[in-house]
């Protein structure tokens, strides 16, 4: 038997080195290092059915309360578009079907940049 874990947050990230350190930091501050789940896949929330099915697997098993998106600018999976239109977008998405499994879900959506990282 396991016992029942909970985790404050659900946190989703791109896999690219470049942010980590950046993000890792964001984490620390918001005292989330160690007591959040993490899911790094290419383009964050991009990838829209891989990463939800993913996410939906946190909520399930250990309930976050918190949900973190990190986007980031100059991201190889998105190729041409790397709005932050289009980043706002499916992240939003993203977000917005989370919330509908989990209505009080509190999320917050981000994009690191390479001066930092700021609301999405
Ligand atoms: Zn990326």
Redesign the pocket.
């Known amino acids: 038997m396991s016992i029942k874990h909970k985790a404050q947050a659900l946190a989703i990230t791109?896999?690219?080195f470049r942010f980590c350190k950046m993000i890792e930091e964001d984490l620390a501050k918001r005292h989330l290092n160690g007591n959040c789940d993490r899911v790094a896949w290419?383009?964050?929330s991009k990838d829209y059915d891989n990463v939800l099915q993913t996410a939906k697997l946190s909520l399930k098993l250990h309930n976050p309360d918190e949900l973190y998106i990190y986007e980031?600018e100059d991201?190889?999976?998105?190729g041409q578009d790397n709005s932050e239109k289009t980043h706002r977008q499916n992240a939003t998405k993203l977000a917005n079907s989370l919330q509908e499994i989990r209505p009080t879900l509190e999320v917050t959506t981000l994009i690191a940049t390479f001066k930092g990282i700021k609301p999405l």
Not at 75 to 78: E, L, N, R, S, T
């Open positions: 791109c896999i690219d290419p383009g964050t980031h991201c190889g999976a998105y």
